[in-house]
C-alpha cells in the first residue's frame, strides 16, 4: 500500500452494516446488492491499484428513483457514499471507504436518444466514452473528447474528472462539450441543468459538477454535443535532436495561428519502449518526437501540412515524415497510444503521472526530471500532450522491492511540484482523488481550498459524498460559514470616491 | 450617505467589500456599468466602481495565454490581441448599443459576469469555455483564488468557469486568465436568399452537420434583413480559416444546397461587418420596444417564433443555427408569461428579458425562474460566497 492515509473509518457506522445492508435491500432489490467479501473484491480500487480497500457494502441502482432512495437513506442516517464509474480513475477518485457505500452507476450503460439535427446525444452516465462515437459514427459523427481509457472509462467519470484526451486543444474538454445533466444530490434531489441549448441558465453548475470528483452529486444522465467527422486527417511524424528545439516548433506552429487536432511529444526512453513494444518505425536516433495531426477538409490539411514541413525544418528536425494513407497515420499513432503498457513492459510497475506546465518550460522540466530520477534511483519515460502543455511522466519501479512504491510516489510528487513551480498544475486531466490530496497546498492558500471547499458545503452540507478526496484538511460546514470581519468605519482612506 | 468606491487593487477593493459586510451595505457592483440595465434592478446604497483595477498583467501569444485584470476595458485586449494576431475565439457580445446607447465601452470583468458570446458560441463557446483561472475577493471578505494559467487543468472545483454569468452576485473577480487563440486568416459569409424560417432553420442544420465547419449559422427575416444591407429573408452561413480551406468548404457547401439554391457571398470585410451586428443585436438597437434573449435546442427556434407569431405582434431573429432567438415586443408589454409558456412548448431553454423598464424588470423576472430544488441550490450557493447578501442582491432573483 501507499503512503497516502484516509479518514479514520467510523466504527459506530460499520457496526451497523447489517441493518444498513437491508435498508438498501429495501431500495434495490435482488442482486443490486452485494455484500459478500470476495463478490465487493472487484470494487476494492481502480487504476491507481497500489490503493485497496472493501467498502462497506456496494450497490449498484437501475432506476433514478432507486438512487435518489440510496442517497437519502444514506444522508438521513449519516453513512458515506463513494460513486464509482467504470473504476479507471488515475488519481483513486473511487477508492471506497471502509465505512461507506460504494454506489455504482454501472447500470445505467444505456442511450436513451441521438438528436442529430441538434447534433446531441443523450445517454445514462455508466455509457463508455467510445460507447457515444459507436453510437453515432456510422453516420458520421463522433464525440470530441478521447481520454486514452475511452475503451472503458464512463461518460458519467468524464463528467467527474472533466476528461481531456489528444485532441483537446482544438476540441476542448468535457466541460466544453456537455450541454446538459441530470444528477442527484446527497439529499436525494434530482436536479436538471442545461439541456439540448447552447447556454444553460442562471448559475453555471455543469461547470461545478465537470470535474468535481464526484463530490457534488451522483450524474444520472448525460447531454453531450457531437461534431461531424472531420473529412480528412492526415499526421506528420517528426523527429528533433533535443527537447528545445522540438518546443520551439510546437511554438512556432502555434505562432503561425495553427492549431493541429492532436499535437503529442515523447521523449527518448518513450520513443525506445514504444518502439521495442510496436515497432511503428520511430526513429531511435532522436532526443524528441513529435506527432502532429491536422484534421479537416483536404484542402486546408494539405496546406498546412506543407506550413509544418517547413517549420519543422527551420527548427532543425532530423526526421520529418508525413502519413499518405490512414493506415501510415494510424501506424504513426499505433507507439503513442501504446506507450502505456510499452513502459509496461520495461518495468514491473509504473506510475503515470498527470501534471500541465506552460509548454516553454518543457526543457527546464525534462533536465529537472532527469536530475530528480537521479535523486529518487528511478527511471521516467515522458508522454507530453504538446498543444497544451498537459504532461504524462511514467515513473518505473518495482514493488516487490522493498521501498521502491514509496520511493516513486516521492519522485512523482516532486515532479508535480516542480510542475507548479515553473507555473503549471498538479493535475491535467487524472483528477487530484486522493493521489494528489496532500500536495493540494503547493498550489493554494488555506482561503483558496476553504472556498473550495464552501461549494461542497451547497451540495453537500454533511460531507457524506465521496470523502477523503481532493482536500488535504476537512473543515465541517459550520466552521467554514463562520465570517471573521471586524466591524469598523470605512478602513481606506485613500480609496477614490465620488 | 452613499458613497461611489473604486479601488485601485485587489487590497483596497478587499478593504471596501470588508467595510460593507461589516456595516451590512449591500453594493451595486459595476465597472463600465453598459449592462447595468441587465437583470434586476440592484437595491443598494452604494456603488462599487471596478473598472480602476485595470492593466494587461501577461500576455504570451506563443503559450496562448492572457492574464489580465478586470476592470480593463475589453476593447483594449481585443486590440492588443488584434497585433498578434489573435482574439478571444467566443466573440463576446458588446450589449452597450442595446443597452446603454453606446458601443465599445464594456469591461474583461463585465463579460466574465454575463458569460458573452457571439455567433461563434456555436463552435467556440462563450467566456466559460475560455476561462482558465482566476483571483477574485469573495463576499465573504476573502481573497481567494481558483484555477491556473495552463489550457489543461482539474485541480480542484473549476470555480473560473462558474463565476462566468454570475453577474458579480459571488465574487468579484479581480484578475483573469484566458485562452486565446489565433485569428483566422480569412472569412466569408454564404447567404441563402428567400428561404422561408423552417426551410432556413432546415438549410442550417444540414450545414451544421457537414463537413464545412461552419463557425455561424443565422436567420435573418426580410423586415430585419433590409437594414443589415441584404434584401429579403436571408439565412447566412459562416466560414472562416486559412484561405483556400474557406473557398473549399465554400464551394462544398454550395454543392450541398443544390444549383436551386440563391446563393450569394461576401467577403472579408463584409462578413465581419454583419456578424458584429448580430452578435450586438443591431437589428433591435434602435427604439424602446421590450427584447428578449431565448436559448432553446437549435431546431426548435424557428418553430418558437412562428408559436409566438400566432398570437402576438413580435420581430425575431436567430443565431447560433436557430437557438438563439432575439425577440422585440412590438408594444411596450413583455409579455413573459406568453413567451416563457412558448418557450416550454418549444422543447425547454431559457427565456431572458434583456431590455426592459426597471420597473418591469422589478416585478417580471428577468432570468428565467428555476426548478424549486435549483433555486434552492443556487441560493446555497451564493450564501457559501456572500453570506451577508452584500454584492448586488437581488440582480439576478428577488430576495437574495
Known amino acids: 500500500m501507499g503512503s497516502i492515509a484516509m479518514p479514520k473509518p467510523d466504527d459506530a457506522v460499520i457496526a451497523r452494516r447489517q441493518e444498513i445492508v437491508k435498508a438498501l435491500r429495501a431500495i434495490v432489490p435482488g442482486e443490486g446488492v452485494i455484500d459478500a467479501e470476495e463478490e465487493m473484491r472487484v470494487y476494492e480500487t481502480d487504476a491507481l491499484t497500489a490503493y485497496r480497500q472493501l467498502p462497506l457494502v456496494v450497490v449498484l441502482p437501475d432506476t433514478v428513483e432507486q438512487v435518489a432512495a440510496v442517497l437519502r437513506y444514506c444522508h438521513e442516517n449519516e453513512v458515506k457514499v463513494v460513486p464509482r464509474g467504470a473504476g479507471t480513475s488515475l488519481s483513486g477518485g473511487a477508492l471506497p471507504a471502509a465505512d461507506g457505500v460504494l454506489l455504482s452507476m454501472m447500470k445505467f450503460n444505456r442511450v436513451l436518444e441521438i438528436d442529430y439535427p441538434n447534433r446531441a446525444v443523450v445517454v445514462q452516465p455508466g455509457v463508455t466514452n467510445l460507447g457515444i462515437t459507436r453510437a453515432v459514427e456510422g453516420d458520421g459523427f463522433y464525440y470530441a473528447p478521447d481520454p486514452s481509457s475511452q475503451i472503458a472509462c464512463s461518460i458519467g467519470g468524464n463528467i467527474a474528472e472533466n476528461s481531456g484526451g489528444v485532441h483537446s486543444l482544438k476540441y476542448g474538454l468535457t466541460t466544453n462539450n456537455v450541454l446538459g445533466l441530470e444528477m442527484v444530490l446527497m439529499t436525494g434531489e434530482v436536479i436538471r441543468i442545461g439541456g439540448k441549448h447552447l447556454d444553460s441558465e442562471g448559475y453555471d453548475f455543469l461547470a461545478l459538477m465537470t470535474g468535481s470528483e464526484g463530490l457534488l452529486g451522483v450524474v444520472t444522465e448525460v447531454t453531450v454535443r457531437i461534431l461531424q467527422k472531420p473529412e480528412t486527417a492526415r499526421a506528420a511524424l517528426i523527429g528533433f535532436p533535443s527537447s528545445e528545439e522540438c518546443g520551439q516548433c510546437v511554438a512556432d506552429i502555434i505562432g503561425a495561428g495553427i492549431i493541429p487536432g492532436g499535437m503529442e511529444m515523447m521523449d527518448k526512453p518513450a520513443i525506445h519502449a514504444a518502439e521495442d513494444f510496436v515497432h511503428a518505425g520511430y526513429p531511435r536516433d532522436v532526443e524528441a518526437l513529435l506527432i502532429v495531426e491536422l484534421d479537416g477538409p483536404e484542402a486546408e490539411v494539405d496546406f498546412l501540412l506543407s506550413r509544418i514541413e517547413e517549420i519543422a525544418r527551420a527548427n532543425k528536425a532530423s526526421t520529418i515524415r508525413v502519413s499518405h494513407s490512414e493506415e501510415e497515420r494510424m501506424t504513426y499513432w499505433a507507439g503513442r497510444k501504446a506507450a502505456f503498457p510499452a513502459v509496461g513492459r520495461i518495468s514491473p510497475d509504473y506510475l503515470c503521472m498527470d501534471g500541465t506546465i506552460p509548454r516553454k518550460a518543457l526543457p527546464r522540466v525534462l533536465a529537472g526530471m532527469r536530475e530528480l530520477g537521479q535523486k529518487h534511483g528511478l527511471r521516467v519515460a515522458n508522454v507530453f500532450h504538446a498543444g497544451d502543455g498537459n504532461l504524462h511522466p511514467l515513473i518505473l519501479y518495482d514493488a516487490n522491492n522493498p521501498g521502491e512504491l514509496a520511493a516513486a510516489e516521492a519522485f512523482g510528487a516532486d515532479i508535480l511540484l516542480l510542475c507548479v513551480e515553473v507555473g503549471g498544475v498538479l493535475t491535467g486531466e487524472h483528477g487530484v482523488g486522493i493521489e494528489k490530496r496532500d500536495l493540494m497546498g503547493a498550489m493554494f492558500t488555506e482561503d483558496d481550498l476553504k472556498q473550495q471547499q464552501r461549494v461542497k458545503c451547497a451540495f453537500d452540507e454533511k460531507q457524506l459524498l465521496n470523502p477523503g478526496k481532493v482536500f488535504p484538511v476537512l473543515h465541517r460546514c459550520a466552521e467554514l460559514g463562520r465570517m471573521h470581519v471586524s466591524k469598523g468605519k470605512l478602513p481606506f482612506p485613500d480609496i477614490p470616491r465620488f | 450617505m452613499a458613497e461611489t468606491l473604486k479601488p485601485r487593487d485587489a487590497r483596497e477593493l478587499l478593504d471596501a467589500v470588508k467595510w460593507a459586510i461589516a456595516g451590512d451595505e449591500p453594493l451595486e457592483v459595476i465597472s463600465a456599468g453598459t449592462k447595468r440595465d441587465f437583470g434586476r434592478p440592484v437595491q443598494a446604497g452604494h456603488v462599487l466602481d471596478l473598472s480602476g483595477i485595470a492593466g494587461i498583467v501577461d500576455y504570451e501569444p506563443a503559450e496562448l495565454i492572457l492574464t489580465v485584470k478586470a476592470g480593463t476595458p475589453l476593447a483594449e485586449v481585443e486590440a492588443a490581441l488584434d497585433e498578434r494576431g489573435q482574439e478571444l475565439a467566443f466573440e463576446p457580445m458588446d450589449y452597450g448599443p442595446l443597452l446603454a446607447g453606446e458601443a465599445g465601452r464594456g469591461t474583461i470583468g463585465g463579460m466574465v459576469g454575463a458569460n458573452l458570446a457571439g455567433p461563434k458560441r456555436l463552435k467556440h463557446g462563450a467566456a466559460r469555455d475560455h476561462i482558465l483561472g482566476l483571483e477574485a475577493v469573495s463576499g ?52 441563402i436568399a428567400g428561404l422561408a424560417p423552417q426551410e432556413a432553420t432546415e438549410a442550417m442544420t444540414r450545414a451544421m452537420g457537414s463537413s464545412a465547419e461552419v463557425s455561424s449559422a443565422a436567420f435573418l427575416p426580410g423586415g430585419l434583413a433590409a437594414g443589415q444591407g441584404l434584401s429579403g429573408d436571408a439565412t447566412l452561413l459562416r466560414l472562416e480559416g486559412f484561405g483556400p480551406s474557406v473557398d473549399y468548404r465554400f464551394e462544398s457547401l454550395v454543392r450541398l444546397f443544390g444549383k436551386d439554391a440563391k446563393i450569394e457571398r461576401l467577403d472579408q470585410a463584409a462578413s465581419k461587418a454583419l456578424w458584429k451586428a448580430l452578435r450586438d443585436c443591431m437589428p433591435f438597437a434602435e427604439g424602446a420596444g421590450p427584447v428578449w434573449r431565448c436559448s432553446v435546442a437549435p431546431t426548435a427556434g424557428a418553430g418558437l417564433v412562428a408559436d409566438l407569431s400566432r398570437s402576438l405582434a413580435v420581430d425575431a431573429f436567430q443565431d447560433w443555427s436557430g437557438g438563439l432567438v432575439w425577440l422585440r415586443m412590438t408594444g411596450s408589454d413583455p409579455q413573459a408569461e406568453a413567451v416563457r409558456a412558448a418557450v416550454k412548448r418549444a422543447g425547454g431553454g431559457h427565456a431572458t428579458l434583456v431590455r426592459a423598464d426597471s420597473s418591469l424588470r422589478n416585478t417580471i423576472p428577468p432570468f428565467e425562474p428555476q426548478s424549486e430544488a435549483l433555486a434552492a441550490l443556487s441560493q446555497r450557493l451564493k450564501a457559501q460566497f456572500d453570506p451577508s447578501g452584500i454584492l448586488n442582491p437581488g440582480r439576478m432573483v428577488a430576495g437574495h
Do not use: H, M, Q
Open chain 2, 140 to 191: 465573504r471578505g476573502e481573497i481567494f483564488k481558483a484555477g491556473g494559467r495552463v489550457v489543461k487543468n482539474v485541480t480542484g472545483y473549476d470555480l473560473p468557469r462558474a463565476l462566468c454569468g454570475s453577474w458579480g452576485t459571488l465574487a468579484l473577480a479581480t484578475e483573469v486568465t484566458f485562452k486565446v487563440l489565433p485569428k483566422a486568416e480569412s472569412e466569408a459569409t454564404l447567404i
